[in-house]
């Protein structure tokens, strides 16, 4: 017998005792089962391209995933560069049409330059671990997104967690820690409630300690400042020489990637000591040709802003309305409160029964612990939409979601 296998089916059986195979992860059935017993097992459901469900649970939120425009420039990008983009973004993954992309996303949005990662996830995790010291010291809201979170854990600099939206805690934080680097990093607009961050505080906070602020933009591109340039461009921070700003290019873009903007020396140093950019595959050019043509189209369209505002507002209003408790949106998320898991888990169901999507979420993505149906105020719903899902989500509320 060969001192090794070429195949787990080659190893024989044991003569005696427990499967040693099987017991290697046999704690994960312990784990389904405390995930189960507190109604928080998710389940993946794929989707057909076509759809008859209203679907308010994506983060589409100017609608333009489908437009014409948008997949013909994606399928335009494929045939001209490939499938994929064939490999780092240093060794072959670059095009032009990356290049072009990253030049009209600072120019879009104010700041000197941009750098686009295959997803939000890897610029945030490159601006964090890049970008901090190690000895350095980063000051992150207690509502951040998971990729924040991952990116300060990979860091190696020390993470003082603060609570949400308080700009006087950062400066207390960075008071206590006098002459280390440090970076301020947030959220412009939280993914649970919807709500925005105090930009211009927390820069003043930054300015007093000499700290850098980093922002990730997602939910803030497309819908907030001047024709959806971003909540950094709403506050004046967009362009600053100690403000970077992180984004994806999944939501308002309708695409996939992201992206980190900043000053050039910066992006410069991101190109040199960012391991995701390093050593990850480049964004497939059908992304970066969808992207691109949707980031024209937004400016082109300054009024798609406007309108994800008007439907998000719309949809608080009604709910509320309606006797539920809905947190009053700052963009397009709209964040209605359920009783618990099991409860918000049904809801969603429900309405999805009744031709409604619908988010769901639920500890441990929510901070605070509490459950919540998440609705996307997409620029493209009619009003006649509007007041279907309402009707949707009032008649299929549990006990306990009225105020």
Known sequence: MPPYAEDPQDVPEPREGPDRRRAA???????????????????????????????LASNDYLGLTRRAEITEAAAAAARRWGA???????????????????????????????????????????????????????????????????????????TAVV?????????????????????????????????????????????????GLVVDDAHGLGVLGAG?????????????????????????????????????????????????FIFDTGLAPAATGAALASLRLIAAEPALADRARTVAGTLHRLLTEAGLTAVRPDAAVVSVRAPGPNEALRWAADCRELGLAVGCFRPPSVPDGISRLRLTARA??????????????VRTAPMGAAV
Do not use: M
């Open 25 to 55: 992860f046999a704690w994960t059935e312990t784990a389904a089962r405390q995930r189960a017993d507190a109604g928080l097992v998710r389940t993946l459901r794929p989707r057909a391209a076509e759809s008859e469900l209203l679907d």
């Open 84 to 158: 994929g983009s064939t490999g780092s973004r240093l060794v072959t993954g670059s095009t032009r049409l990356h290049a072009r992309l990253e030049r009209e996303l600072a120019e879009f949005t104010g700041f000197e330059a941009a750098l686009v990662f295959s997803s939000g996830y890897t610029a945030n995790l490159a601006a964090l671990t890049a970008l901090s010291a190690r000895d350095g010291l980063i000051v992150s809201d207690a509502g951040n997104h998971a990729s924040i979170v991952d990116g300060c854990r990979l860091s190696r600099a020390e």
């Open 163 to 211: 609570p949400h939206a308080d700009p006087e805690a950062v400066a207390k934080t960075l008071g206590a820690h006098p002459d280390r680097p440090a970076l301020v990093v947030s959220d412009s607009v939280f993914s649970v409630d919807g709500d925005k961050a105090p930009l211009a505080a927390l820069a003043t906070a930054c300015r007093a300690h000499g700290a």
């Open 228 to 276: 959806g340039r971003g909540a950094l461009h709403e506050a004046g921070l967009a362009g600053d020489p100690d403000v970077v700003a992180t984004l994806t290019l999944s939501k308002s873009l309708g695409s996939q990637g992201g992206a980190v903007l900043g000053p050039a020396r910066v992006i410069e140093h991101l190109v040199n000591a960012a391991r995701t």
């Open 380 to 393: 493209d719903l009619t009003d006649h939409e509007i007041e279907r899902a309402v009707a949707t989500i």
